[in-house]
């Protein structure tokens, strides 16, 4: 997803005047070309992640389009001020590309950790938040992007599915239920492939999103009127329980149940280990999901 994001961003700097780089020393290497080759469009600024996006906004009110990239919490959560007031509440456009994801980064430690920056940004209006879950639907997400004027964060992650889906913005529908299923799943970005399989054997409709802001309530409404079931499991790749509202709204018409699987927030591990390791622990491995629905669904 990382290499993608870099060579589409570059490609588009060709093509669109107005796409300029904004970095605080993470990936500079990538953007080296397009910096010989667009002067002042690729502006690293070292490690000073609130400056970065406060440049970000003063080019986007100048009419330029800023991509603004780095790990997770050096992205939204370090300079969180920064994108409430330079961003939020100067109406200005940016799209920021976080890597890491929840723990991708798991041998450096917890500061490049990440589990709570979409929550984090769902705290402030206007923000559409991707959550791809393959690098071909890195590419469509930043070319629906970077033409806009909007903010946009794009969040990236060393896991993938096998498959990419169609940008579509909204809950696609991957496996069907019976009419009398048990209920609906949404599975988001890369969390696809592992909750197909933890559901295989339960009758559930299983649907898909990459797009998490705004989150498509008509969409899961229509599911679960369909399912006959108002029983709906959410899986994310952070942390636990961050849709939970959105799921009550799109629901706030039909007596419901939710489960909000995902980063667990009473667990915050020490010892680094892998990726692997972390989503077995926050039971976000194929096997916790499978654990999760039957219980679930079958209680």
Do not use: C
Request: proline letters at 5%; a negative charge; charged letters at 25%.
């Amino acid at each position: 997803m990382r290499e993608t994001f870099g060579a589409v961003v570059s490609e588009e700097m060709e093509r669109d005047p107005r796409v300029a780089v904004v970095l605080a020393a993470i990936s500079s290497g990538m953007f080296r070309r397009a910096a010989a080759r667009h002067p002042g469009r690729v502006i690293d600024l070292g490690i000073r992640e609130q400056a970065m996006i406060g440049v970000a906004g003063g080019l986007a009110l100048t009419g330029l389009r800023p991509v603004v990239h780095s790990y997770a919490p050096f992205l939204v959560e370090r300079p969180f001020e920064q994108v409430k007031l330079d961003l939020g509440h100067q109406e200005a456009g940016a799209v920021l590309v976080g890597i890491g994801g929840s723990y991708d980064a798991s041998e450096e430690g917890r500061t490049h950790q990440a589990p709570g920056d979409v929550a984090l940004l769902d705290t402030l209006p206007g923000w559409t938040i991707h959550v791809p879950g393959h690098a071909d639907e890195v590419r469509d997400a930043l070319r629906d992007a970077l033409p806009g004027d909007d903010r946009v964060y794009l969040r990236l992650s060393g896991t993938a599915n096998r498959a990419p889906m169609p940008l579509t913005k909204g809950l696609t529908v991957v496996r069907s239920g019976s009419p009398r299923a048990a209920g609906v799943v949404v599975a988001v970005g890369p969390m696809l492939d592992r909750t197909l399989e933890a559901t295989a054997d339960l009758d559930v409709t299983v649907a898909y999103t990459a797009t998490v802001r705004p989150f498509d309530r008509a969409g899961l409404n229509t599911l679960v009127a369909a399912a006959g079931n108002a029983d709906v499991m959410l899986v994310e790749p952070y942390l636990g329980g961050t849709s939970a509202h959105e799921v009550a709204e799109a629901l706030s018409d039909r007596r419901h149940r939710q489960l909000g699987l995902g980063v667990a927030r009473d667990l915050e591990l020490r010892a680094y280990g892998t990726p692997a390791d972390h989503a077995r622990a926050h039971g976000l491995d194929a096997e916790g999901i499978a654990r999760s629905a039957r219980d679930f669904f079958l209680a």
